[in-house]
């Protein structure tokens, strides 16, 4: 069995949750936590534990041991020092609860991993599910769960959505998790693994490709502790749902700076880069390509062919755009005879009508408009690209009205490219917000649509040469 | 001579301007153009002109012929349609007006050659530097000239300062302008040129590296006109300031949408490629870049070595940079046994003293300040990364005054990589207008150090090669 902790539900979505090392000091890591239970208003029960404890911790009242709380409890967030993790955790199995988090550092990053091996053995002893140590922990936001201990005004807070986000790192899980706040997508869960003492990345992902909640799963990953179960859970969770993921230490440097900084063996760059490609992942070079990818996969259908319609109201851009499209590996469609004739109907004469449409610094949402239904209607065309510049005098809201009527149809993938300022950003939300992904760059635009097509391939290779057995897929890839 | 029209101060800083075309209309370009240099505070003359003027334009007294006005005129705008501008063009030379910027468009880029050439004539005629047509024209912020047309509120204004921005496209232009208002330096001038009837690449190169307000150009391209008088300029050029370029059409069919935007033969991306390396541009691959390696320029000492010091207080994307490091030719730093020794005195023992340097993630304004000050100082260490993760515990404005401190001191570049949201923003903010970079991924960081020191190399080679001889260059390479 590739994942002996298949069960996360308890982590995520626990009834009931001991946090073990509850402080009523606002320095201590566990007070931090405790406050953020409260804060985002979790609804379940909240037991703190202090072996110290002498009184209430923040209103609820505390305990010296998780023994003496006589309520079946789901979730031990443990952060006390690393020394006594072990015996804390025993005592965690003793009173059958029945997962845990331990984000205490201590351990295997600092060499000490005779006491890692200790925390894994007790963890093994009772089958528990024990994530860390060294993580920052967990985030549900329909559970409302957070065992995060960082400074909240110092992080923007993600929305709810269908991205799902798993982080060895928990600097990085951090970084993402505050810029995916200024994303047009949400989060489901996030996940910050750290040590991988007991779950690993198997297990993690083998959850997430199981969970109703998650449609797209983005990964930050150093390295990878079971290679053949990792391989065997992915070949299946690929089939799923889309899975970006982003290798730390993709060069002999960065490999040695992987090793202390998590333990992890990196393994070769070549090596990891072959097992993505051959198991469908969609492999991220950047943190941007994060977001860029998860965009894209959590709001437009899939596609195998690779003929781009550029449309532009800005002729360098389309210039730009169409070299990104080659760059990339994609291609300028070319319309059809229908298209060429309704278009030079619609359009002025200052128009030429042909691929990169260049719109003219004076279109607006009729032009955009029709543009982009006749194009979408083109069986010459896989998906469009509209470079919609808010810096021109006809941009405005009503082309982002165009945009949102077609990029959200779900019959052809819709991307829309709009750098600028404040103008623009305030209509780059618009559009995001109500799922159509909007780029910086061309060249990002053209990355996560060859993404998009690469995955579909993918999907559709695997189908046939599955021939007619289904091994989980639940994906329409025709 | 590589250029015939070499002076182009009266466009740029003229003491009277004509703005044929101006009109009481809000609907005409003329009156955009009209408003916009009351807008900006212009301090010369100013000069409406339109044949149909029967009254005052927005104030001024207007004339119906530039014929008509009898003080001297060192720039004309001319905003007519198309047909009329060469008639236009050539009562300016009989009024002896000095520069014109034509921002009509209707010439070449729809096939109107034969008009485009009258116009070129026209100019010749009465040697006059004469910009466009079919271009956005010109912006200088110290002489408070702007000849845009586009929305004001839609495009953020950019502040004062070193970077000269040259566009062939419009469209091009007003977006990096736009996003230009975002980035911590400033803009000197702004000139989008269009067909470049008569003023082109070359003239404005020239002008912009003899130019003492400009310190850095960056420069959208589409094509070059007169190829040896081009080489001729850049290589002088590019030894006295930065020329960051980036070329549209660097593909077969790129270079196809660059000819029906602004008639411009492409050439092969490999011949242009070859001629940016070989003459010391700084090649931009996407629009980002132009901004990435803009900021790095404007602020930093330049370095001829490799050895970078990443800096971190996130384990996490100290991988990331380690890896962006290699993927862009660099390498991280080993630091002498005399910086060893001073860090592992005044660092706690959770800091691994060794590069990657990871501060851990209660990192203060301290750990932040000794670690930058040794590495500084280190013979070993030829720049700086600082990763500086706003979302940890210590990181706040006390660590920006650290890196302030070390990051304008002019001795060795740092560059600072902060991702995040409004909390980091903020921050970031602060740091860029006191004069150091940051960057939003350790990537672009890494791609900017790499353009910072590969121009570094070619100054160093052509100071070599040119031995005792003095060919122009002012800038200390050793």
């Known amino acids: 069995m590739a994942s002996k902790y298949a069960d996360l539900n308890p982590m995520l979505q626990p009834k009931s949750v001991a946090i073990i090392g509850a402080s009523s000091n606002p320095d201590k890591v566990g007070h931090v936590i405790m406050q953020n239970y409260i804060n985002v208003g979790y609804s379940g029960r909240l037991y703190p534990v202090n072996i110290k404890a002498d009184g ?33 955790l025993d005592e965690c199995g003793r009173a059958k609860v029945r997962t845990a988090v331990v984000v205490s550092g201590g351990f295997a990053e600092i060499g000490e991993t005779a006491l890692q091996n200790e925390l894994a053995a007790v963890a093994h002893k009772y089958s528990m599910p024990v994530l860390g140590p060294n993580c920052l922990g967990v985030m549900d936001l329909k559970s409302r769960i957070d065992t995060l201990f960082l400074p909240t005004f110092k992080i923007d807070k993600p929305q709810i959505g269908g991205v799902s986000f798993v982080s060895q790192s928990g600097a990085v899980g951090s970084v993402v998790l505050d810029l995916i706040s200024h994303e047009g997508f949400g989060l489901a869960k996030f996940i910050s693994y750290g040590n991988a003492a007991v779950i690993d990345e198997a297990d993690i992902l083998n959850y997430l490709a199981n969970d109703v909640d998650t449609k797209v799963i983005i990964f930050y990953l150093e390295g990878v502790k079971r290679g053949k179960e990792f391989i065997e859970v992915a070949r299946k969770a690929t089939l799923k749902k889309p899975v970006i993921i982003i290798k730390g230490g993709t060069t002999e440097e960065g490999s ?21 490609e051959q198991f469908g992942f969609i492999e991220a070079e950047d943190l941007d390509d994060l977001l860029y990818f998860a965009k894209i996969f959590d709001t437009q259908p899939l596609t195998t062919k690779n003929r781009i319609a550029v449309i532009t109201n800005g002729g360098g851009i389309g210039v730009l755009a169409t070299d990104a499209l080659y760059h990339n590996s994609l291609r300028m469609a070319e319309m059809s005879k229908e298209s060429e004739r309704k278009l030079r109907k619609a359009m002025p004469p200052i128009v030429n009508v042909r691929l990169p449409l260049d719109l003219a610094g004076d ?40 945009l949102i009527k077609y990029g959200t149809t779900g ?31 061309p060249n990002s635009a053209a990355r996560s649509l060859a993404a998009l097509i690469s995955y579909s391939v993918y999907l559709e290779n695997a189908a046939h040469s599955n021939g007619n057995k289904n091994n989980g897929q639940d994906k329409e890839t025709h």
Not at 69 to 85: M, N, T
Not at 256 to 276: D, I, M, P, Q, R
Not at 368 to 391: K, R, Y
Not at 421 to 437: D, L, N, R
């Open 56 to 88: 209430p911790i923040l209103g609820f009242k505390s305990y010296k041991s998780v023994l003496d709380i006589k309520e079946k409890i789901d979730l031990a967030v443990i952060a006390v020092p690393a020394p006594v993790v072990p015996a804390v």
């Open 256 to 276: 040695k700076a992987v090793h202390s900084h998590t333990a992890s063996l990196a393994g070769s760059a070549e090596a990891y880069h072959a097992v993505f």
């Open 363 to 402: 279109a607006d949402d009729k032009r955009f408009g029709i543009a982009i239904e006749t194009l979408s209607e083109d069986p010459n065309v896989d998906a469009i690209m509209a470079l919609v510049l808010f810096q021109t005098p006809g941009a405005d809201s009503s082309v982002v009205a165009e």
């Open 411 to 441: 019959k052809k993938p819709l991307v829309v490219v709009s750098p600028g300022g404040s103008y623009t950003a305030a209509h780059k939300i618009m559009i995001e917000s109500a799922g159509v992904p909007v780029y910086d760059s």
